[in-house]
């Protein structure tokens, strides 16, 4: 364990990560040991996870959880790829300092200020409209 002399006053450990798993292929030992059978494995895997993340590319702009099965996509891919397993601990740290910020009061209270400010806004223009306009459906004009 690494520690550090703080000027006599005791030892400050370092910050206490989570232990994370080592990176490299999670295959099945059996399949690790035959370099055509690694290959056919990972091929399958980039296929899989390729698949998937095209999915979610396309529930982008349609109804669908189009972002979680990108990332799902991406999981696939970090079963055996390095570069998407440090994406993923990237993201996942991004997101975790995201929703850290997000829970310090001073950001909660400017959020609800601005959501408050937002409605507000939008209530005055569905007012304005229905004062000038009425309730008329706008495919029910007759002009």
């Known amino acids: 364990m690494n520690t550090q ?3 006599g006053l005791g030892t400050v450990e370092e910050e206490a990560a989570p232990a994370e798993k080592p990176l490299g292929s999670r295959a099945p030992h059996f399949i690790k040991r035959s370099r055509p059978l690694h290959v056919s494995w990972q091929v399958g895997v980039f296929v899989v996870g390729l698949a998937v993340v095209v999915g979610g590319v396309i529930m982008l702009p349609l109804p ?4 979680l099965v990108i ?3 991406m999981a696939i891919w970090a079963t055996e790829f390095v ?3 440090l994406v ?3 993201t996942k740290r991004k997101v975790t300092e995201a929703a850290q910020r997000a829970l310090d009061p001073k950001v909660r209270r400017r959020n ?3 959501t408050t400010i937002g409605v507000v806004i939008i209530a005055a223009l569905l007012a304005v409209y229905l004062w000038k306009f009425g309730m ?4 029910k004009v007759s002009e």
């Not at 669908?64 to 972002?67: D, F, I, L, R, S």
């Not at 008329?136 to 495919?139: D, E, G, I, M, T």
């Open 64 to 67: 669908g959880p189009g972002w």
């Open 71 to 73: 990332f799902g996509g």
């Open 136 to 139: 008329v459906l706008p495919w």
């Open 88 to 90: 993923l601990r990237w």
């Open 83 to 85: 570069w998407a397993q």
């Open 5 to 7: 002399s703080n000027g």
């Open 112 to 114: 609800i200020i601005l």
